[in-house]
């Protein structure tokens, strides 16, 4: 319950916390020297050449990419593959983010375009029922636990049944309540289009869950 | 009566759309149960979560991320434009002004006989000449060949080597040849007056 509740912590942390690592130390031995609690010093510090700058960064950006990945494929093992990719090709086009956009919108449009681009029109395995991590430890009641994990599965699968697009906005939205406007810059989309795009998700998720059932 | 649009149904199912288009719902029954279903069907995404992973994932990721950063040339390098880079852009600038002042002024060193061309202007002629060396040939002059041991072009050498290749490539100015084709491009108008202003500077700085 604890470390549960430290990760939701770590997840809602915000830009203006003065947040520190005590004791913290780079890989020499030397205090990082890094203000956690801005993404733009974060960016400057990759650009001089910090790899302990770079490694703070996925560490505070790791949980969402990963979230995102999972969101696209359904699976942990595709889901580690796809952040791999996004992060490295975030260091490899950090230089390019200047100005243009916040860092996290940044990130959710490297890992929309790695995922879609990965993921195609392919439909990826999702992850077994049966997996105990799945169970719910809310419900008392062990027949009502089974029931949701698997309605979830099924949620789950037929999210990644979704176009791309539109499984792209229900994910965004649905899971990491990016505004329409944020979705619209990720996806490159109007407010309008990104509207009618959640709008035919949710139609078409219904259609697939009925057709399960 | 006209529906709600998607849009509008999203807004309404999101508590945003205006009272007075919300209203319509009351009277229509169609858009009511398209609002009712996305509600129903949303509220059911919502129960969905991302299942919590093993907690060696996250450094294990991490790991995985820094092994194969490393592999890739470190930000800050070659192509990066690294913080303060003003002066590195700065000397850039000056560089390529350079090389290109010394294609020209190793032109006129070369030819110290050459007599001016109409209107008293060398380095237009020699800039003309060539102009001339361009038209009708296949390959480009090779200038720099032809230069040698002149001493405007040893000055341009003993700059250019002060400057990483790198930091000026970063800056976006100067590509391999990049120099030499700006001058080549040049129109012929656009070199009379290159010239006019070099053999200006180099007058003024007792050249």
């Known amino acids: 319950m604890l470390s549960r509740a430290v990760r939701a912590w770590a997840g809602t942390v915000q830009p203006e916390w003065k947040v520190t690592v005590a004791g913290a130390a780079s890989k020499t031995g030397a205090p990082l020297g890094v203000d956690l609690s801005d993404d733009e010093d974060l960016v400057q510090a990759c650009l001089a050449g910090s790899q302990d700058a770079f490694d703070v960064l996925v560490q505070r950006h790791r949980r969402a990419i990963y979230r995102l990945c999972y969101g696209f494929v359904g699976n942990h093992e595709d889901a580690s593959d796809l952040s791999q990719d996004v992060f490295l090709r975030v260091h490899r086009g950090l230089r390019r983010l200047k100005g243009k956009s916040s860092l996290s919108t940044w990130l959710y449009r490297i890992g929309v375009n790695v995922c879609l681009s990965r993921v195609g029109s392919k439909v990826p395995p999702t992850e077994p029922i049966q997996d105990d991590r799945h169970i719910d430890p809310r419900s008392d009641d062990p027949a009502e636990r089974v029931l949701r994990v698997e309605r979830a599965a099924r949620v789950r699968a037929a999210i990644v049944r979704l176009p791309e697009r539109q499984r792209a906005t229900l994910i965004l939205r649905m899971y990491h309540e990016l505004s329409h406007q944020e979705i619209a810059s990720i996806l490159g989309n109007s407010v309008g289009a990104v509207k009618a795009n959640f709008f035919h998700a949710l139609g078409n998720l219904k259609r697939l869950l009925e057709a399960r059932d | ?207």
């Open chain 2, 1 to 207: 009566m006209k529906h709600l649009t998607p849009a509008q149904l999203v807004d309404l199912i999101e508590g945003v759309l205006p009272a007075e288009r919300a209203a319509h719902v009351g009277a229509c029954a169609r858009c009511r149960q398209q609002a009712d279903e996305l509600r129903a069907v949303m509220c059911e995404a919502r129960e969905v979560d991302v299942p919590e992973p093993s907690p060696l994932i996250w450094d294990h990721l991490s790991q995985r991320v820094r092994d194969a950063c490393g592999a890739e040339p470190e930000v800050g390098s070659s192509g990066w434009v690294p913080s303060g880079s003003l002066s590195r852009l700065a000397l850039a600038v000056t560089t390529v002004t350079v090389i290109v002042a010394v294609i020209v002024g190793g032109i006129l060193v070369r030819s110290p006989t050459e007599e001016a061309a109409p209107g008293g202007d060398s380095v237009a002629a020699l800039l003309a000449k060539l102009d001339l060396g361009l038209d009708g040939g296949d390959t480009e002059p090779d200038l720099f060949e032809s230069f040698g041991e002149e001493p405007a072009w040893t000055l341009v050498m003993t700059v250019a080597q002060e400057m990483e290749w790198d930091d000026t490539d970063a800056a976006a100015l100067v590509g391999p040849g990049a120099s030499d084709r700006a001058v080549l491009e040049l129109s012929p108008d656009a070199r009379r007056e290159l010239g006019r202003l070099l053999e200006a500077e180099l007058a003024g700085e007792g050249g």
